[in-house]
């Protein structure tokens, strides 16, 4: 180990992970709009799981409704969702990066953070891109930090291919003039909520006082925000085995649920799923969160602690009926979905935790 080694935090992130492997087995694909989602069909009901760039040129994002992404680009090739052969490739991917000698954190299909002591992390990051294209033909950035949340944040800077260091002596400089909504983990909603607080940037997130922070979104959740605004977070890369915090299903109906009777019956088929899902795992449930998406497209999620942990079926599909109860009868339906978190097996009891980010 040389003199000028230290420890750093890298973030590799696969570029348009699944439009790519598409791409690599139908190469006539390359260069023109692909857009995955749903069963591939855009007639149908269904949202974009990714773009390929040249699609995103027009807007198309994942999220979108398939019917969407159609008008906007009516020569793009819509393809359906092939989870088999992402999560293959995915694998291929993360053991070529257990293979450069760092600490591998795998956060996803498409992303995982290295942790490794070096004098030279960008020698490093170019070495896990070379790996990764040679093994599997995809390319990725990297974003280089003194923590994961720089690191994470630096991926954004050095895509498409690319990579970026982002640390403490140059955030305040990068990130600071930027909208608050460019920080990891703060979304639309919440970069309202700070907006209203009169924080609009990060530069004025850091500035915040903590106890306003806290009194708008409770001392955890302030704390972390006050934290983020600044760039601090864990430096800690963990090898560990991912484990589920939870299960879900969701489904986006062809045609509208227009009665209570087939809403119920549809989340009591939703919540026996996912309690199979949590039966496979021995663990318990200890928290049931309903989403529904009313006609034209207004999503709402709604969600309740259990009184106790529970692994009984009843009991988590009784608690989405209860949810679905809450749901407002005169309104149709286009899709449902529903989670039950469980209980972490270092958990002797759950702790109340901030309902997680991302899909439902």
Request: glycine fraction near 10%.
């Amino acid at each position: 180990m040389s003199d000028g080694a230290r420890p750093w935090v890298l973030h590799v992130d696969l570029d348009q992970f699944i439009a790519a492997v598409e791409v690599l087995r139908r190469p006539e694909l390359a260069g023109r709009p692909v857009v995955v989602g749903g069963r591939g069909d855009p007639t149908e009901r269904a949202v974009v799981s990714t773009a390929s760039y040249e699609a995103r040129q027009y807007g198309v994002g994942s999220g979108m409704p398939l019917r969407t992404a159609a008008r906007r680009v009516p020569d793009a090739v819509f393809l359906p969702v092939d989870a088999p052969t992402y999560e293959a490739a995915s694998e291929r991917v993360m053991g070529t990066l257990r293979g450069l000698g760092a600490v591998v954190e795998v956060l996803g299909w498409d992303e995982a953070f290295l942790g490794a002591v070096t004098d030279d992390p960008e020698a490093l990051a170019r070495r896990a891109q070379q790996a990764v294209l040679a093994a599997t033909g995809l390319h990725c950035s990297v974003g280089i930090g003194d923590n994961k949340v720089r690191a994470k944040i630096a991926t954004g800077f050095g895509k498409p291919r690319g990579i970026f260091r982002l640390t403490a002596d140059n955030w305040p400089a990068v990130m600071g003039p930027r909208p608050t909504r460019d920080l990891w983990g703060v979304g639309a909603r919440v970069a309202r909520r700070l907006s209203a607080l009169g924080v609009e940037t990060v530069d004025q997130l850091a500035a915040a006082p903590v106890e306003t922070l806290v009194a708008e979104f409770g001392p955890r959740m302030g704390l972390w925000y006050a934290e983020l605004g600044r760039g601090l977070g864990s430096a800690v890369v963990d090898d560990s085995p991912w484990v589920a915090r939870g299960h879900s299903r969701e489904t986006t109906y062809q045609r509208n649920l227009t009665t209570p009777d087939e809403v119920e019956a549809a989340v009591r088929e939703l919540a026996a799923q996912v309690w199979e899902d949590t039966a496979r795992e021995g663990r318990p449930v200890f928290r049931v969160t309903l989403k529904v998406r009313y006609a034209p497209f207004i999503t709402k999620v709604t969600g309740r602690k259990l009184p106790a942990p529970t692994s009984a079926r009843d009991d988590v599909v009784d608690a989405a009926v209860a949810l679905a109860g809450r749901l407002d009868p005169g309104r149709e339906v286009r899709l449902l979905g529903v989670r039950a978190e469980m209980v972490m097996p270092e958990e002797g009891d759950p702790v109340e935790r901030t309902p997680v980010r991302g899909r439902l």
